[in-house]
Nanobody, 126 residues
């Protein structure tokens, strides 16, 4: 059974840093893409950063230069290092993974990911 286990998150002041980690287990083959999405209260889930095999690393515009995604294919882990955090980054963050390769546009779309972590709250105070 595929599982994604997240850790990290919490409360931090604006300008601070947090590190989110996610480990995937139960996959019988290599994973095509792993990444992070977030969901603001009352909003749809949106992409934050994606690391996909053979694809450019993707960051949503609002986090470029502040967040870094790192993936270890051998360990099936993905880490999101979040620096210079802002109150508008406050959300529930979800790890996601997809085993099968898909077209580029799908790679950055939440509906293309069948496997999700439980979500972790990130709160940035002003």
């Amino acid at each position: 059974q595929v599982q994604l286990a997240e850790s990290g998150g919490g409360l931090v002041q604006a300008g601070g840093s947090l590190r989110l980690s996610c480990t995937a287990s139960g996959y019988s083959s290599s994973i095509y893409a792993m990444g992070w999405f977030r969901q603001f209260q009352g909003k749809e889930r949106e992409v934050v950063a994606i690391a996909a095999t053979g694809r450019p690393t993707y960051y949503t515009e609002s986090v470029k230069g502040r967040f870094t995604i790192t993936r270890d294919n051998a360990k099936n882990t993905v880490v999101l290092q979040m620096n210079s955090l802002k109150p508008e980054d406050t959300a529930v963050y979800y790890c996601a993974a997809r085993a099968a390769r898909t077209v580029l546009s799908n790679t950055y779309t939440s509906s293309a990911y069948p496997n999700w972590g439980q979500g972790t709250q990130v709160t940035v105070s002003s």
